[in-house]
């Protein structure tokens, strides 16, 4: 993962309370394209269980779409991310704020999602 992800990963982390799978998957995909679990294990090092199990906790927290048979999608980035968040925030029982680094992780993540979605075929494929 770039360097730009792994500190957009981070921010999901700290803001969202993702946890590091969770956080590189959604980051993985909405750059990526839709793709299945089998794909984000590889991309990432990680096992297909542990894929799997954290796409499904992102449908959850609003932040993919499941396709079924074990194939996702991300949300937009700037609905995904502020999802995440107030999720994160009801669930530790405090009142969502408006969130800058949140913000930003939509406003970063917003022209690489819609280049893996381009009008020529591709969208939602995962090609690249």
Known sequence: MAGTHEG???VLSREAGLDAAQAR?????ATGG?????RVAGEL???KD???AAARALVALGGLIDYGNGRFESMHPR???VNMYRKSCEAAGREPSRNDAIDGVGASLEDEYD?????RGTR???AR
């Not at 998957?25 to 995909?29: A, C, G, H, K, M």
């Not at 839709?34 to 089998?38: F, I, L, P």
């Open 8 to 10: 957009i990963a981070a």
């Open 25 to 29: 998957t959604y980051v993985l995909i």
């Open 34 to 38: 839709a793709m299945d679990a089998a």
């Open 45 to 47: 090092g990680i096992g």
């Open 50 to 52: 542990e894929a799997l």
């Open 79 to 81: 609905f995904a991310a």
């Open 115 to 119: 280049r893996a979605r381009d009008m």
């Open 124 to 126: 939602g494929s995962g």
